[in-house]
């Protein structure tokens, strides 16, 4: 059964069969967390888009549930597309999502449970008069999409965000709005960004200067920052910024013009897209849920029968060292997944060196690993090329690159390093070049630069599930997230190493690992 080929996750949030695409109204609610997703029933290739449906206690074990929304109007009839969830005071939860019409025009359209006392949520009730916001003059039909979780201000009124662009200015619309039926358009852009494209799946959201705490969504005053997110397509990814909101006229600065959105940090430097937040007042946090695409061909999507898995939801909070970035982290849930694990202490590694670890097969696994650097009296020591990710991990200099292997065999003859670069900064990065030997495979080496400050340590997080590795650098400052598929390093054939291809330094690594169990993802068991 090709389903269930070696490429399937383990533990990553994917439909049983076909394809996926963005997340979408993630909530808590009644006890679950739910998700929604962009999804084609009939197909392992984008078509025929609906909201699939899933549940979960715990954000790693999930319940498929039944499609919450179809193509069944005019308004939506050419896909229910992306789309957000605000919990409001009374109680209720309102829907916001963009309607594909019959004519291809993109428009706004309101969506309520037809039962708040269902804690499944599952059916979904479309406002009879969709769509309420169409795209205001000046605004394409094709470029007005993917409304954001609503926030209230001062003056009662709720404030939603949607994406666009004029000729190459990327930009978000604000809307106003007392009853989610009726709305009025700001004057003024939210921001906009010239040169940056359409903005699709914006997100905007407050973060605390101050605690680890996240903030629901409405929060603002002292001590508050805000996000601004977009997607950018063309493969350039979730771009965010960190600034100032101005709730007088629902403007943003960021904090740095030269790291505006769109020109500046990247959630993810890998594989990752359309990505969205919500605050989870369960939990008292802000989780992020991101879209990973396949990196195969098309046919290998329809031969294999599904296509695209959502990351491993991650808490996002400011990030008090720098000022400038955010630090993502897996959710704490994750660790409950742990089986057995392997310690390492101070692993020499020498230049132009591999160590394997021994732990059995490497391909459900949770990394730590520290890295240390030994100056060698011998060399040239400190001589700072200025190397970024270079062509990939095989590109040797004084002071990099070194860190792991993942979803190796024995023989190195596939492998995926995932590893530093030090030169002026620090970079991190994650090199497929060498990850399969098919040829029908996207493989690309990705990275950038990533603060380290103070007396930190060079670390990385690593969470491999058979064919994605999501890494994380410096706590979360800097993440990539790839997708590999060997022919080799499958099942019991896949290992684990570290590796040092620096020149002037030896490095001493010391580790800890985790096996991971199989997360139960199912159907909801109804009677
Ligand atoms: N995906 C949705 C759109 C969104 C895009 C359609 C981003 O609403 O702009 O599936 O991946």
């Not at 984008?46 to 206690?57: E, K, L, P, R, Y």
């Not at 950038?448 to 979360?476: C, K, T, Y």
């Not at 800097?478 to 330094?505: C, G, H, K």
Request: aromatic share 12%.
């Amino acid at each position: 059964n090709a389903m269930l080929s070696w490429q399937r996750t383990a533990f990553h949030f994917q439909p049983q069969k076909n394809w996926m695409n963005d997340p979408n109204g993630p909530l808590f609610y009644k006890g679950w967390y739910h998700i929604f997703y962009q999804y084609n029933p009939e197909s392992a290739v984008f078509g025929n888009i609906t909201w699939g449906h899933a549940v979960s206690t715990d954000l790693i074990h999930w319940l498929y549930l039944p499609i919450a929304m179809l193509r069944d109007s005019w308004y939506d009839a050419k896909g229910v597309w992306s789309g957000s969830a605000t919990l409001l005071p009374d109680g209720r939860i309102v829907m916001l999502y963009t309607g594909n019409t019959h004519q291809n025009v993109q428009v706004q359209n309101l969506a309520y449970p037809a039962n708040l006392s269902d804690p499944l949520l599952l059916h979904w009730v479309k406002y009879a008069d969709n769509p309420v916001v169409l795209p205001p003059p000046g605004i394409g039909p094709k470029d007005f999409r993917d409304p954001t979780t609503a926030w209230v201000g001062p003056d009662d009124k709720w404030r939603v965000l949607i994406g666009s662009k004029v000729n190459q200015t990327g930009l978000s619309l604000v809307y106003k709005t007392q009853d989610f039926i009726h709305y009025e358009l700001n004057d003024e852009y939210m921001h906009e960004v010239p040169g940056t494209g359409m903005w699709e799946c914006v997100d905007f959201y407050p973060v605390s200067v101050n605690g680890p705490d996240g903030l629901d969504t409405s929060v603002n005053g002292p001590g508050v920052k805000h996000v601004l997110k977009s997607s950018l397509d063309d493969t350039r990814g979730d771009h965010y910024a960190i600034g100032r909101y101005f709730i007088e006229n629902d403007t943003w600065v960021p904090d740095d013009p030269n790291k505006d959105v769109g020109i500046g940090l990247k959630l993810d430097y890998g594989r990752f897209y359309a990505s969205k937040t919500f605050y989870d007042q369960n939990k008292k946090r802000r989780v992020l849920w991101g879209w990973i695409n396949e990196s195969d061909s098309e046919t290998a999507d329809l031969k294999k029968g599904w296509a695209s898995l959502q990351s491993i939801p991650r808490t996002v909070v400011f990030d008090k060292k720098t000022e400038t970035h955010l630090l993502q982290w897996p959710v704490e849930e994750i660790e409950s997944l742990r089986l057995r694990s392997y310690e390492f202490e101070e692993v020499v590694v020498k230049p132009g060196s591999v160590v394997p670890l021994d732990i059995g097969p490497a391909t459900q696994l949770d990394i730590f690993a520290e890295f240390e650097i030994e100056y060698l009296a011998s060399k040239g020591t400190g001589k700072k090329e200025n190397v970024g990710c270079g062509n990939g991990a095989f590109d040797r200099s004084s002071l990099g690159p070194f860190g792991i292997l993942a979803i190796a065999d024995d023989k190195l003859s596939e492998l995926t390093p995932i590893y530093f670069h030090l030169s002026n900064t620090s970079f991190f990065c994650v090199d497929e070049t060498r990850s399969s030997k098919a040829s029908d495979v996207s493989k690309l080496v990705f990275g950038s630069e990533v603060p380290v400050v103070g007396d930190e340590r060079l670390s990385m997080r690593v969470l491999v599930d058979h064919s994605i590795i999501e890494s994380f650098a410096q706590g979360g400052r800097t993440v990539i997230s790839s997708r590999v598929y060997p022919t080799e390093a499958i099942y019991e054939a896949a290992r684990l190493f570290v590796f040092n291809n620096a020149t002037d330094i030896n490095i001493k690594a010391s580790l800890k690992i985790w096996q991971l169990n199989s997360a139960f993802i199912r159907p909801f068991p109804f009677h």
